[in-house]
């Protein structure tokens, strides 16, 4: 096959793409065993302290009021089933990128999508008590209770 500047265009052999994705599938394969990630599809939050950048985050929560009570995940993903695995996967993305690339800060700080699905949570659980104290307002709950998910 010709192209109108002279160059050939020759197809690419079934092998070289079988052997590309299998590079790639095993390659894959490896980090997910190796990051633990079948352990993210649960809801055991010693699973957030994989990650040793974690660990200080998963302490906290064991001393917080509500260790007893609620799980990261009942926090930081939304309550729906297919919201919540969703979140769990952009999170992990977001995570797997930067700890692979070293591009986290030293002060870890959640994203604004985040922020949004803890402040749904805690307005979820909580409902009675936040409807009636803010009157359908726009208060944070985070703001002023910044420590009861994980104490400092």
């Known amino acids: 096959m010709k192209t109108n500047r002279g160059f050939s265009l020759l197809p690419i052999p079934l092998t070289v793409v079988a052997a ?3 590079l ?3 390659i894959g394969g490896y980090a997910f065993y190796y990051a633990k990630g079948s352990s993210y599809m649960g809801n ?3 699973t957030c302290a994989n990650c040793h950048v974690m660990s200080a985050h998963y302490a906290g929560w064991q001393a917080a009021p509500h260790h007893d009570v609620a799980t990261c995940n009942d926090c930081h993903t939304p309550a729906g089933p297919i919201s919540k695995y969703m979140v769990k996967a952009l999170n992990g993305w977001h995570h797997s990128w930067a700890f ?3 591009g986290y800060p030293d002060v ?3 994203r ?3 922020s ?3 402040e ?7 409902s009675d008590l936040v409807d009636s104290m803010t009157q359908g307002g726009d208060v944070s709950c985070v703001r002023c209770h910044a420590s009861v998910g994980h104490a400092r």
């Open 100 to 102: 692979t690339m070293g």
């Open 20 to 22: 590309a994705a299998g």
């Open 24 to 26: 790639a599938l095993g």
């Open 112 to 114: 604004p999508e985040s």
């Open 44 to 46: 055991d939050p010693a």
């Open 120 to 126: 749904a949570n805690c307005r979820r659980c909580h």
């Open 116 to 118: 949004a699905v803890v």
């Open 108 to 110: 870890i700080r959640a």
